[in-house]
């Protein structure tokens, strides 16, 4: 662990930052913005999905794009939700309460990620599948989180990814750009729960 963070933690924790900014934050908000297709009907939405699983060489673009970026921004991220530690019970200041939410919010992003592309891979990837599952209420619940938390653990990460690559220096324009990453939140989480809206009509 000691070795970890002495010669390669400053490297490896950019890496990490920069992974959760390109290429996972953008599939993120091309993600969301694909699937509002949905809004526009289920022959619509399937056309779409179809049309991305049949794109030329998509395994190898999910492959390097998405799956191994994530892959190692779980794996350190789970290293880091072990290995840290939070004044929460000392210190409540707001900050203190995103600490552990970005933490809890990994964890369950990772489980509920793990879970999507299981049901689309192996599963039937289609608007009536997904439908299906969140007429379920804790299928819903399941959805809705996964979305909630996974724009919450992405927004909450552009705030300390412009901290640890020195964008944002001294509180004034780190409080500007909490700001402006609320605002990306809100955005990205209305834009995610239509796009859950549409599978329940």
């Not at 924790?13 to 694909?34: A, D, E």
């Not at 959805?143 to 412009?162: K, S």
């Not at 640890?164 to 939140?185: L, P, R």
Request: with cysteine; aromatic share 16%.
């Amino acid at each position: 662990m000691d070795t970890l963070q002495r010669p390669y933690h400053f490297l490896i924790r950019r890496v990490h930052s920069l992974l959760g900014l390109i290429p996972i934050g953008i599939f993120l908000m091309f993600h969301l913005t694909l699937n509002l297709s949905a809004q526009l009907g289920a022959s619509q939405y399937d056309k779409v999905i179809e049309g991305m699983r049949n794109f030329p060489g998509i395994f190898v673009v999910e492959l390097v794009v998405i799956f191994i970026p994530i892959a190692f921004h779980a794996v350190y991220g789970a290293w880091v939700v072990y290995t840290g530690q939070s004044n929460l019970l000392r210190y409540k200041y707001a900050r203190n309460w995103f600490y552990i939410i970005q933490r809890i919010s990994g964890v369950y992003t990772v489980v509920f990620v793990l879970a999507h592309v299981w049901m689309l891979r192996f599963g039937e990837a289609n608007f009536a599948a997904l439908q299906h599952f969140v007429a379920n209420p804790l299928g819903l619940i399941f959805y809705a989180l996964g979305i909630v938390l996974a724009i919450f653990h992405f927004t909450n990460g552009l705030w300390t990814f412009a901290i640890t690559w020195g964008i944002t220096v001294g509180q004034i324009a780190q409080q500007k750009w909490s700001y402006a990453c609320a605002v990306i939140f809100v955005i990205l989480t209305v834009v995610g729960l239509a796009d859950l809206s549409a599978f329940l009509r």
